[in-house]
């Protein structure tokens, strides 16, 4: 019971709170530049939303298209590595 009176006591909120924290919530987005960019064509947003028959609103396109050109970008990057020189770790048969 005493620990719980040094809390209160203590002008700092308690470590774990499953309420809201008196402190706002500080969001950093790092921008990160990538040599090598995606030969593929930007996706069209709206037209996968329509093919997975999930309804956007025009802020969500936006939204969510500069998001998936960056995962295109990340393949692309995976694409450019030279895997000639690596040996397979699993082989078949054995």
Same mark, same amino acid.
């Given at each position: 019971?005493?620990?719980? =009176?040094?809390?209160?006591?203590?002008?700092?909120?308690?470590?774990?709170?499953?309420?809201?924290? =008196?402190?706002?919530?500080?969001?950093?987005?790092?921008?990160?530049?990538?040599?090598?960019?995606?030969?593929?064509?930007?996706?069209?947003?709206?037209?996968?939303?329509? +093919?997975?028959?999930?309804?956007? +609103?025009?802020?969500?396109?936006?939204?969510?298209?500069?998001?998936?050109?960056?995962?295109?970008?990340?393949? =692309?990057?995976?694409?450019?590595?030279?895997?000639?020189?690596?040996?397979?770790?699993?082989?078949?048969?054995?």
């Amino acid at each position: 019971m005493g620990s719980r =009176a040094a809390l209160l006591l203590r002008a700092t909120p308690p470590l774990f709170s499953f309420r809201k924290s =008196a402190y706002p919530k500080v969001q950093v987005q790092s921008k990160r530049f990538y040599a090598q960019k995606s030969s593929l064509d930007p996706p069209d947003v709206s037209r996968l939303a329509e +093919t997975a028959r999930i309804s956007l +609103t025009p802020q969500e396109v936006d939204e969510f298209e500069p998001k998936i050109r960056q995962v295109v970008d990340w393949f =692309a990057q995976l694409q450019a590595v030279d895997l000639d020189s690596v040996e397979p770790a699993i082989r078949a048969g054995a």
